[in-house]
């Protein structure tokens, strides 16, 4: 769903687990888009998958995989600025 730079350590959040990964989020960026795959980075530490978007807060400029996000889910943090190109995006997708 999204990858996220928590103290200089990439996390992998997917629907049911979290996994640690080596290299830099920049790299795995290239990889993702150079393999055709719809990662763009939302905020400085995150990049995530914009096809599996289900549900965008425009409040807490979140995203969120699932319609209805289960306790303890995390969601994905976009940088304000970024916000409206991003959800510019995910509609585009759709």
Not at 23 to 48: H, K, Y
């Amino acid at each position: 769903m999204f990858l996220e730079m928590v103290q200089n350590r990439i996390l992998v959040h997917t629907s049911d687990s979290v996994y640690y990964l080596p290299n830099s989020l920049e790299r795995w960026l290239r990889a993702f888009q150079t393999a055709g795959l719809t990662f763009e980075l939302v905020d400085r530490p995150c990049i995530a998958n914009l096809s599996n978007v289900k549900r965008m807060d425009p409040t807490w400029y979140r995203l969120y995989f699932n319609e209805k996000p289960q306790p303890g889910e995390k969601p994905c943090n976009v940088a304000r600025s970024n916000y409206r190109i991003i959800a510019k995006k995910i509609r585009e997708l759709k």
